[in-house]
């Protein structure tokens, strides 16, 4: 006798929670919150997952397997290379919607950094973004939106870089909206590299 179908999968579960989480930090963030949101009861959750860090975990280890196919999809939503880098940079933005959702942010970052066993799914996010970007860069410069002698390895982790520095930033200063903010700094990490007639 096969085993009775889940009403719920486990990827609602992971959206419902990722929705509580963008409008909630770590501390106010319950299960109840998160059944509640998924239409179910708290003891669904329990019963799937364990406990709350349980969930999180989990919901950090299915983001880490996704981050490569994140910008792969992107990849395929444009038909400029660069178009998808640029695409990234928006994307990343949302994490800075306001100031107050870069600061839940943050305070899950804290998370990440601090527990060693969320941080292994932060690493593992981190290097397959990494490369997700250097396929990126190697495929602008192999369409000639890019300069020919570019190091794709090095440009993948400034921008890397870059891009975060510019999140927090952009919480300093406020001026126009993130993704503006943050699109003019890859601007200008770009702007070296791109053929004569692009600047």
């Keep these: 006798m096969s085993p009775r179908p889940r009403k719920v999968t486990d990827s609602q579960l992971f959206a419902a929670t990722h929705a509580v989480m963008s409008r909630v930090g770590p501390r106010e963030l319950t299960l109840a919150a998160i059944a509640k949101e998924a239409g179910v009861t708290a003891a669904v959750l329990v019963q799937r997952f364990g406990s709350k860090r349980?969930?999180?975990?989990?919901?950090?280890?299915?983001?880490?397997?996704?981050?490569?196919?994140?910008?792969?999809?992107?990849?395929?939503?444009?038909?400029?290379?660069?178009?998808?880098?640029?695409?990234?940079?928006?994307?990343?933005?949302?994490?800075?919607?306001?100031?107050?959702?870069?600061?839940?942010?943050?305070?899950?970052?804290?998370?990440?950094?601090?527990?060693?066993?969320?941080?292994?799914?932060?690493?593992?996010?981190?290097?397959?973004?990494?490369?997700?970007?250097?396929?990126?860069?190697?495929?602008?410069?192999?369409?000639?939106?890019?300069?020919?002698?570019?190091?794709?390895?090095?440009l993948a982790r400034t921008i890397e870089a870059v891009l975060g520095g510019s999140m927090l930033t952009w919480a300093f200063y406020r001026e126009r909206t993130a993704a503006q903010w943050m699109r003019a700094d890859l601007e200008a990490i770009l702007r070296p590299y791109l053929p004569r007639r692009r600047r």
Excluded: W
């Excluded at 996704?66 to 940079?89: D, N, T």
């Design 54 to 154: 349980a969930l999180l975990l989990a919901l950090s280890e299915k983001y880490a397997s996704a981050a490569g196919e994140i910008i792969a999809a992107l990849a395929k939503q444009h038909a400029s290379p660069l178009a998808a880098l640029r695409a990234y940079a928006d994307c990343m933005a949302g994490m800075a919607a306001s100031p107050a959702a870069l600061a839940r942010s943050l305070a899950y970052l804290q998370i990440d950094l601090t527990d060693p066993d969320f941080r292994k799914h932060l690493v593992r996010q981190a290097r397959a973004t990494r490369s997700g970007l250097r396929r990126l860069i190697t495929a602008a410069s192999d369409a000639g939106e890019l300069a020919r002698d570019v190091k794709p390895a090095q």
